[in-house]
């Protein structure tokens, strides 16, 4: 399942393959197979992402940042619309540069849904990759990206390789951490601290198939034979923490 929370600064499409309960906030819908097909587009996905993250824009404007035709922007942002993953900002803007912004309502993809459904597994497939990829890009951005110290000493890029989960357990966890985020996200009313800046959290928590080689090997859980490895998130100095 990979589950989509807006928050008020931004985040992209945030999906993750085990969900929690339904957060406080905005409501949410579960995508079905026309609505996946809506959205699991490249250049649509990377529209809605970009309204994601810095909110409103004109397919002027979406088009510059993405070195695109401002007609085929303006035909995808007409797609996302009657789809329902945008709307047009009212009030803003002119009959000929019309504001769009993303609708509010937390998008979960529950990938069971269409296991059985042979029409849709190119739409699942090219979503799951295209947001993988969004959060790679997103990563890249910010270890290229020149930061003062008080920020570049605070983020992480950190992974934990020693635990052994059963699914209620991996669930469990899960649900943990987005309760931790939920804590510290700020109420919709709540004032704008001067010191803080749009923070993405990305989490990626999933099974790993043993590759053991030899004689006798199975795809199943990871041996416990061997030299364990070392664990926690290994953040020295800068965004670069790794094990």
């Known amino acids: 399942m990979t589950t989509e929370h807006p928050d008020a600064s931004a985040t992209p499409d945030a999906p993750a393959t085990a969900g929690p309960p339904d957060p406080p906030g905005p409501p949410q819908r579960r995508l079905d197979a026309r609505s996946l097909r809506g959205l699991a587009h490249p250049l649509r996905m990377q529209i809605f ?21 401002t007609g085929t922007v303006s035909w995808h942002l007409r797609h996302l619309a009657e789809h329902g993953f945008i709307e047009e900002e009212t009030g803003r803007g002119t009959k000929r540069e019309r ?6 309502v937390s998008n979960r993809l529950d990938t069971a849904d269409f296991r059985d459904d042979p029409d849709t597994r190119g739409a699942v497939s090219l979503y799951l990759n295209q947001l993988v990829q969004q959060y790679f890009n997103r990563v890249n951005d910010y270890i290229t990206e020149d930061w003062p110290d008080e920020w570049r000493n605070v983020g992480t890029i950190s992974d934990w390789r020693r635990l052994r989960l059963n ?8 649900d943990e951490i987005f309760a931790v985020v939920e804590r510290h996200t700020p109420a919709p009313d709540a004032a704008p601290d001067p010191a803080a800046l749009p ?15 030899g004689p006798g090997s199975t795809d199943g859980p990871p041996s416990t034979d061997g030299p364990a490895s070392t664990d926690g998130p290994a953040n020295t100095e800068g965004p670069g923490s790794a094990e």
């Open 49 to 69: 992402e970009l309204l994601n993250l810095d909110g409103p824009a004109t397919a002027t404007r979406l088009a510059e940042r993405l070195g695109e035709n």
């Open 199 to 213: 923070i993405v959290v990305q989490l990626q928590s999933f099974p790993r198939r043993s590759r053991t080689d």
């Open 99 to 104: 504001w769009w912004r993303r609708v509010e």
């Open 167 to 174: 699914p209620a357990q991996l669930q469990a966890l899960n």
